[in-house]
C-alpha cells in the first residue's frame, strides 16, 4: 500500500509531498489545486512501463485528437513545461522507497534510434516532427536502478529498450466518468465470473439498486456489454440504467477482479444522488479491506465528502486530506478521522 507521496516538477506541484494515505483516502480542493494532477502522478508512477502511458494521462483530460510530439505528448506534465528540470515521483510503500524520474535526454542523437521497433501508441500522422527528443526514463528503489527511454516517431511511441521489468507495479487503474470502458468492463466481469465471484459484485450493486438480479455479457454486432436483469421483460444495458450504476459497477469489477491493485477515482461523486453517498463509502470502504485495494480519490461535493463520515468513524483504513494552494505551492492538510468526523458534525467546511 502506498504510504507517502512525493512530486517535483509535476504539473502543478513544484515540490509537494503528501504522507499517512489511508486504505480509502479522500482528497478534496479548490479548482486547480492540483487533486486530478496527484491521481495521474500516481497513474504514471505504476503505469510507466506502457509506451502508451502518456496518451492515456492526455485522454483522462478528454485531449484524444492531436499530433505526436514531444509538446503534446508529455511537455504539459513538466511544471511550466519546464523540460530541463526531471518530474520526479516517490513512493514509499510497506516494503521500500520508490523513485521515478523523467527527463529531457539530449545525449542521444534522434538519428541514431530511427530504426528503433515502434510500438504503436496512436495511428499514423504521417506528419514530421517537431523538436524531437527522447524522455528518460529512471526506475530506483533499494535494490534496482533500471533506465529506459521513450522515443516519438510519426507512427506511435516506444519505450526502449524493451527487456524483462526488475520490479512489476501493481494494478492501477483511473476511473472517471470519461474513462468508463464498456470493453474493459466486460473483460473484468469475465474475470470475476471464472473466478465465482459474480454474485458478488451483484449483492454489492443491489445497494444502489435492489431491483437487480444478474448481469450477463451479451454480444450484439460482435460488440460485447453488460446487461442486467430487473426483472423486467427484457434485460437491459447497465449504461441505459444510469451513470450512478454503471459507475458503481466499473469500481466493484475492478477491486474483484484485481486485488491488491490501485485505483484511483477522479470526482468520485459523479452520477450518484447524493443520498447515496453513506452507502458508497461504506461499499468502497468494505471492498477495499476485502480485496486488499487501495483507493485514491477525489470530490468537489459537500455531500460527498460528509457521507465519507460514515466510513471514518471508528476506522483507521479512512484518511482526508484537503490541498490549499499558499504563495503558489500547494499543501496538504490531513485530517485525522477524529478531527475529520467532529468537522462533518458540526457542519465546518472542510472542502
Known amino acids: 500500500m502506498i504510504n507517502s507521496v512525493t512530486l517535483k516538477n509535476f504539473r502543478c506541484f513544484r515540490d509537494f509531498s503528501l504522507d499517512s494515505l489511508g486504505t480509502v483516502t479522500l482528497i478534496a480542493g479548490a479548482n486547480s489545486v492540483g487533486k486530478s494532477a496527484l491521481l495521474e502522478s500516481i497513474f504514471l508512477f505504476f503505469d510507466r512501463y506502457s509506451s502508451d502511458v502518456f496518451i492515456k494521462l492526455n485522454n483522462f483530460r478528454g485531449i484524444n485528437n492531436f499530433r505526436l510530439s514531444p509538446q503534446t505528448v508529455w511537455e504539459s506534465l513538466f511544471s511550466n513545461y519546464n523540460t530541463r528540470n526531471d518530474i520526479i515521483i516517490c513512493v514509499k510503500n510497506d516494503e521500500c522507497n520508490q523513485t521515478v524520474s523523467l527527463g529531457r535526454d539530449d545525449t542521444i542523437s534522434m538519428s541514431s534510434v530511427q ?13 514530421p516532427l517537431v523538436n524531437n527528443y527522447p524522455l528518460k526514463l529512471r526506475y530506483i528503489d ?28 501493481p494494478y492501477v487503474n483511473y476511473l472517471s466518468t470519461r474513462t468508463a470502458v464498456p470493453s474493459q468492463a466486460v473483460e473484468l466481469l469475465s474475470k470475476i465470473e471464472i473466478a465465482g465471484d459474480k454474485s458478488r459484485c451483484v449483492e454489492l450493486l443491489k445497494v444502489l439498486d435492489n431491483r437487480i438480479r444478474d448481469l450477463s455479457i451479451v454480444v450484439i454486432g460482435g460488440v460485447g456489454g453488460i446487461f442486467a436483469d430487473l426483472g423486467l421483460q ?5 449504461s441505459v440504467i444510469g451513470d450512478g450504476i454503471n459507475k ?15 485505483v ?6 459523479n452520477g450518484f444522488h447524493y443520498s447515496f453517498f453513506p452507502k458508497l463509502w461504506e461499499v468502497v470502504g468494505s471492498l477495499a ?13 459537500y455531500e460527498c465528502i460528509y457521507g465519507a463520515a460514515t466510513l471514518a468513524s471508528g476506522s483507521d483504513t479512512f484518511r482526508f486530506v484537503r490541498i490549499d494552494s499558499k504563495d503558489n505551492m500547494m499543501v496538504p492538510h490531513i485530517f485525522d ?9 458540526k457542519e465546518w467546511e472542510v472542502r
Open 289 to 301: 479491506v476485502e480485496t486488499k485495494c487501495q483507493i485514491i480519490a477525489t470530490s468537489h461535493s
Open 115 to 127: 530504426d528503433t521497433p515502434i510500438q504503436l501508441g496512436m495511428p499514423d500522422t504521417g506528419t
Open 264 to 269: 484511483l477515482v477522479d470526482e468520485i461523486e
Open 234 to 238: 427484457s434485460k437491459l444495458p447497465v
Open 248 to 262: 458503481l459497477m466499473h469500481l466493484v469489477l475492478i477491486m474483484l477482479a484485481n486485488p491488491g491493485a490501485v
Open 142 to 169: 533499494d535494490h534496482h536502478n533500471d533506465t529506459a527511454h521513450f522515443i516519438i516517431s510519426a507512427t506511435g511511441i516506444a519505450l526502449v529498450p524493451q527487456k524483462p521489468i526488475a520490479v512489476v507495479p
Open 337 to 345: 478521522n477524529d478531527a475529520f468526523s467532529y468537522a462533518v458534525g
